[in-house]
T-cell receptor, first 115, second 112 residues
Framework: DAGVIQSPRHEVTEMGQEVTLRCKPISGHDYLFWYRQTMMRGLELLIYFNNNVPIDDSGMPEDRFSAKMPNASFSTLKIQPSEPRDSAVYFC?????????????FGQGTRLTVV | GQQLNQSPQSMFIQEGEDVSMNCTSSSIFNTWLWYKQDPGEGPVLLIALYKAGELTSNGRLTAQFGITRKDSFLNISASIPSDVGIYFCAGQLSGGYQKVTFGIGTKLQVIP
């Protein structure tokens, strides 16, 4: 299995532009998570899905952020409009809620820079 | 919400030395997880702990789930250069996948 695949790996955009980050979870996993990592705040959970349904989006910082999971193999995180304080590394992770463990597998992340 | 205090925030050690880092929480967790993040990569799970008092090893790594359920530690024995990275503790409230709260990380540098 290729693991969790995120694209793009790097994104540089101007303030005010729309940004879309993409994620393909591991096949068969039923949970998908979006995290944001910054030096100041570490890893923060933004939103997670179970069987394509958003379960908890309380970590989404503002209405400018939205996430969708139209099917089991694809999810997007959109920021519109983007602001410099959104600069961070965004990780997607997926897991399978099976017996004995809930290990989350992370993608390589998208480094977003908003100038 | 949940607060995790992870220490130390950074460490420089000589190759071959043992390393110890820990995490404390303001409240109880039912699961403790330890992840390692290499530069430019996502975190990778090293050890998962599911029971208070549990001591689990994975090669040179040993982690314990504190009796109070509010703390955990990770030890690395005989460190090697590839141990370099950021180590995160994470706590989870229930057995199913609910929110996982991450510590701020311990940045480990190993001097050959």
């Amino acid at each position: 299995d290729a693991g969790v695949i995120q694209s793009p790996r790097h994104e540089v955009t101007e303030m005010g532009q729309e940004v879309t980050l993409r994620c393909k979870p591991i096949s068969g996993h039923d949970y998908l998570f979006w995290y944001r990592q910054t030096m100041m705040r570490g890893l923060e959970l933004l939103i997670y899905f179970n069987n394509n349904v958003p379960i908890d989006d309380s970590g989404m910082p503002e209405d400018r952020f939205s996430a969708k999971m139209p099917n089991a193999s694809f999810s997007t995180l959109k920021i519109q409009p983007s602001e410099p304080r959104d600069s961070a590394v965004y990780f997607c992770a997926s897991s399978f809620r099976g017996v004995g463990g809930t290990e989350a597998f992370f993608g390589q992340g998208t480094r977003l820079t908003v100038v | 919400g949940q607060q995790l205090n992870q220490s130390p925030q950074s460490m420089f050690i000589q190759e071959g030395e043992d390393v110890s880092m820990n995490c404390t929480s303001s409240s109880i967790f039912n699961t403790w997880l330890w992840y390692k993040q290499d530069p430019g990569e996502g975190p990778v799970l090293l050890i998962a702990l599911y029971k208070a008092g549990e001591l689990t090893s994975n090669g040179r790594l040993t982690a314990q789930f504190g009796i109070t359920r509010k703390d955990s530690f990770l030890n690395i024995s005989a460190s090697i250069p590839s141990d370099v990275g950021i180590y995160f503790c994470a706590g989870q409230l229930s057995g199913g996948y609910q929110k996982v709260t991450f510590g701020i990380g311990t940045k480990l540098q190993v001097i050959p």
